[in-house]
């Protein structure tokens, strides 16, 4: 099989004059090379695409691809994390990890708690500010945990997320507004563990791998998983392995981990932040359907190490998951969905 690889790598954009914060969901060379000797280990054919604009004018060319391993993250908009996702549904091309609509929908932290929570999963009480003038008070006491509504990587997260006095919340929202031109949330902050669950598959057949508890430690910004303590998180924070049998609480955050990721439709692999509240009782924050693949530095990888399976091992699995969605060529022939439509198909639209 031919794989594609579809990502957006820091270095590009640094060069063409992004900064630091504007480029730090984006990956390494060594992430891309490390993907794609898995791939080539596993016997697959690659071919390094790159962004999103490269992708678009290979597809004009007329390549094409078995399926596109996609990790690329997109640079604007609430859309960003769906751009690659929606050109290659119209060129009828599989590709690793969820749709457009998961993507858009959970990259929107807001969006993403209000279906949940509608499904019955527990999530802290929340507020979405979009203009601190308008604004109405929070309806839960403090303290308030307060971020971009639509960043990763902790971007935005510092310790001063934590605000513990109700008039204290305006001022720090207009500084999120003004740093990153979107709307923020504000949380009830939960005091109590924090975990993250690691997921496989997809519906029905997706599976908990395990759970990674997180440690600060004492030079780490406090309280909270900040985008400085994952930067530099070899040194800051201490990830332990929990075990679900022997613990009740990493049970029930592993519950609701596989309930949540079934719920938004998530796909092949990724994972979900887990948080206690003040009497221990776990709450979904946030997943992410798009999780780093770094095999030292990111979370997955990192709990895929702690339970003794190999990088090779994971890419494995998540190429196992996303071709089962490869369906075969309509009996009339030509390219996919456009068999019926030879000059679409000529014309590689």
Partial sequence: MKIGITFDLREDYLALGYDEAETAEFDRPDTIAAIEQALQALGYQTDRIGNVMSLAHRLVAGDRWDLVFNIAEGLRGFGREAQVPVLLEAY??????????????????????????????????????EDVGQAEPPGFDPPYFVKPVAEGTGKGVTAASVVRRREELPPRCAELLDAYRQPVLVEEFLPGREFTVGLIGTGMDAAVLGTIELHLRSAAEALVYSYQNKENCEGLVEYRLVDAGADAAVRAAEAIALKAW??????????????????????????????????????????????????????????????????????????????AYPRLAAAGK
């Fill in 92 to 129: 009828d091309i599989p590709y690793t990890f969820s749709d457009p609509l998961v993507m858009s929908l959970t990259l929107h932290k807001g969006l993403t708690k209000r279906v949940i929570r509608d499904a019955g999963v527990p999530t802290p009480d929340f507020l979405v500010v």
């Fill in 262 to 339: 079934r719920v938004l439709g998530c796909r092949d692999a990724g994972r979900i932040d887990i948080r206690c509240d003040a009497h221990g009782e776990p709450q979904f924050i946030e997943v992410n359907p798009l999780a780093g693949l770094h095999p030292e530095h990111s979370d997955l990888p990192i709990l895929c190490s702690r339970i003794g399976m190999s990088y090779q091992m994971l890419i494995r699995q998540i190429m196992a998951s996303a071709r089962r969605r490869i369906t075969p060529p309509r009996a009339t022939g030509g390219f996919g969905r456009y068999a």
